[in-house]
T-cell receptor, first 113, second 116 residues
Framework: AQKITQTQPGMFVQEKEAVTLDCTYD???????LFWYKQPSSGEMIFLIY??????QNATEGRYSLNFQKARKSANLVISASQLGDSAMYFCAFLTNAGKSTFGDGTTLTVKP | DVKVTQSSRYLVKRTGEKVFLECVQDMDHENMFWYRQDPGLGLRLIYF???????EKGDIPEGYSVSREKKERFSLILESASTNQTSMYLCASSFPVVGGDNQPQHFGDGTRLSIL
């Protein structure tokens, strides 16, 4: 079975600075996907970024980038130039070939003004 | 925009009741999912469905069942509700996945269920 680990229950970052949220996974599948979602206090889940296991380049979406190190089985989310609106819970998720997702426990990010 | 609609935002039921949580999506997605979210435990998959009348157990199916009679609707059923099923329930949908490709799940707003 797949396992996703987010080791940081809570993180703080100063506004306008960059922050890295850690995610490691464990799988023997050669083909898989990794996602990051944001959940603000209002509760909705917002898709941020995706990385496929065969992708050669690290994914980027605006201020979000994914530091994918396949050999280390890590897929860390980097948020550049943090904004107050980035304060939220962030989830890393692993997607199998069969379409089943496993989520990490989440990291609560607080951006300080 | 994809819309995933859960029938109730808040629900209060009593122990032993049969509870139905409904989810409807409007994007013709083949895959639909039910999760529960508890503090410190992230999202845990209860059941998922990749086609009408098809279902697969997730990580915590005990005490739950599901129904998918139409492509757009996926129902979660608590056969006999218990207090340990008090939780936030999230429904999601997506297109089929091939080779772990980029098919993010789109989530509903969640149902906060309290069992008294």
């Amino acid at each position: 079975a797949q396992k996703i680990t987010q080791t940081q229950p809570g993180m703080f970052v100063q506004e306008k600075e960059a922050v890295t949220l850690d995610c490691t996974y464990d799988t023997s599948d050669p083909s898989y996907g990794l996602f990051w979602y944001k959940q603000p206090s209002s509760g909705e889940m917002i898709f941020l970024i995706y990385q496929g296991s065969y992708d050669q380049q690290n994914a980027t979406e605006g201020r979000y980038s994914l530091n994918f190190q396949k050999a280390r089985k890590s897929a860390n989310l980097v948020i550049s130039a943090s904004q107050l609106g980035d304060s939220a819970m962030y989830f890393c998720a692993f997607l199998t070939n069969a379409g089943k997702s496993t989520f990490g426990d989440g990291t609560t990010l607080t951006v300080k003004p | 925009d994809v819309k995933v609609t859960q029938s109730s935002r808040y629900l209060v039921k009593r122990t032993g009741e049969k509870v139905f949580l409904e989810c409807v999506q409007d994007m013709d997605h083949e895959n639909m999912f039910w999760y529960r979210q508890d503090p410190g435990l992230g999202l845990r998959l209860i059941y998922f469905s990749y086609d009408v009348k098809m279902k697969e157990k997730g990580d915590i199916p005990e005490g739950y069942s599901v129904s998918r009679e139409k492509k757009e609707r996926f129902s979660l059923i608590l056969e006999s509700a218990s207090t340990n099923q008090t939780s936030m329930y999230l429904c999601a949908s997506s297109f089929p996945v091939v080779g772990g490709d980029n098919q993010p799940q789109h989530f509903g707003d969640g149902t906060r269920l309290s069992i008294l």
